[in-house]
């Protein structure tokens, strides 16, 4: 691992998809860093690109119609896009793995879920199958499946959607995994299995002492359990911050509409509120900023209108793609450095 604690770097990384239609620009310039034993979390709407950066991080972009034409992901100083094949499956589901956000469609209907924990832990664990059948039973026990001996020689169709999922869990950190990947792990499940999901991998985390790249549209699932997060809209980062200052000062007009939209205890009259207009075609996506033809600054601003934001950072640890965001910052800044010139601007 790297001398400054990162685990992961995922650097200005784009990923497009060709297609008849034309060009379709999954994800654009993406850039974040997952510290060692953190839980990074990944929010948007869906069909931001959140999926799709983590399949580019785990390098499993369908080909040849989807591909990687930019940036760089570095996992524990290795250059994950310079690895051969078969380096890249000495990493993928040992070292990194992946939580799919349907376990129906990932799980094979045709073995049973014993089998296929077991596959996992002879490709990378090189045990003998009578170890990794035992390995198998106790992993099912771990994420808390009953009479596992019995569970193991199961067919997925025989499970539950929340078991499916418990099944998903146990296949990726067989491995005992440094980084896990959960893409939605709790869609289509009821409350009450997200919340023994969630507390599910907050404890294998914390045995295993792995990171987590939680990816959801669950604010709230957010707000609980990570420390640090990126808001994706329309394909870029638009805003990275610790949790809890995201959620006590959210700088981009995008990541407001989103905290405002969250219903609140105490609060019965009135519709909740809603971010006006739809999410942009990854096949037209508007000039300028992405956002402008939805944002209450954006839609006046000629800048906006005409010339895209990078993200950078206004604060320690803040870093937004916003102009009216930079601007604001700005003014601020100066104020504080000019007591006389505010006196001036507040009269």
């Known amino acids: 691992m790297n001398d400054n604690g990162t685990l992961l770097s995922v650097e200005d990384i784009s990923t497009h998809f060709f297609t ?3 060009v379709v620009k999954a994800v654009q310039d993406v850039s974040f860093a ?3 034993g953190q839980t990074f979390a990944l929010v948007g709407e869906s069909g931001c690109g959140k999926s799709v950066t983590a399949l580019s991080i785990m390098r499993l972009v369908p080909e040849p ?3 990687i034409v930019s940036g760089e992901i570095v996992f524990e100083g290795k250059k994950l896009l310079s690895l051969s094949e078969k380096g890249m499956r000495q990493i993928r589901g040992n070292e990194i793995a992946m939580i799919f956000q349907e376990p129906m469609t990932s799980l094979n209907p045709v073995y049973t879920v014993g089998n296929q924990i077991v596959e996992a832990i002879k490709l ?3 045990k003998s199958t009578s170890q990794a059948w035992s390995d198998a039973v106790e992993m099912l026990r771990r994420v808390g499946i009953s009479d596992p001996q019995q569970r193991v020689r199961e067919y997925p169709h025989q499970m539950s959607g929340g078991m499916r999922q418990r099944i998903m ?7 005992e995994p440094v980084l896990l990947i959960a893409d939605e792990p709790t869609t ?6 997200q919340a023994q ?3 599910l991998l907050d404890r294998l985390q914390e045995q295993n002492g792995m990171s987590i790249l939680l990816i959801t549209h669950d604010l ?10 990126a808001v994706m809209y329309a394909s870029r980062i638009v805003e990275v911050a610790e949790s809890r200052q995201l959620f006590a000062e959210p700088l981009h007009p995008y990541t407001q509409g989103l905290l405002e939209s969250l219903p609140r205890l105490g609060i019965t009259a009135g519709r909740l509120q809603t971010i006006s207009g739809t999410v942009p075609e990854p096949l037209h996506f508007p000039a300028g900023c992405k956002f402008h033809p939805r944002c209450p600054v954006g839609r006046e601003d000629r800048r906006c209108q005409t010339v895209e934001p990078k993200l950078r950072e206004v604060r320690p640890g803040r870093c937004v793609a916003c102009w009216y965001a930079r601007d604001r910052r700005q003014r601020a800044e100066d104020r504080r450095q000019s007591p006389e010139s505010a006196a001036v601007d507040e009269g």
Do not use: F, P, Y
Request: charged share 30%; aromatic share 0%.
């Open 65 to 67: 119609q989807g591909k």
């Open 20 to 22: 008849e239609e034309g």
């Open 220 to 229: 709230g699932v957010v707000a609980e359990r990570a420390d640090d997060v």
């Open 169 to 175: 869990i146990a296949m990726a950190v067989s491995c």
């Open 188 to 193: 289509a499940l009821d409350v009450t299995i």
């Open 197 to 199: 999901i969630l507390d």
């Open 124 to 126: 990378h664990q090189k």
């Open 34 to 36: 997952i510290m060692k």
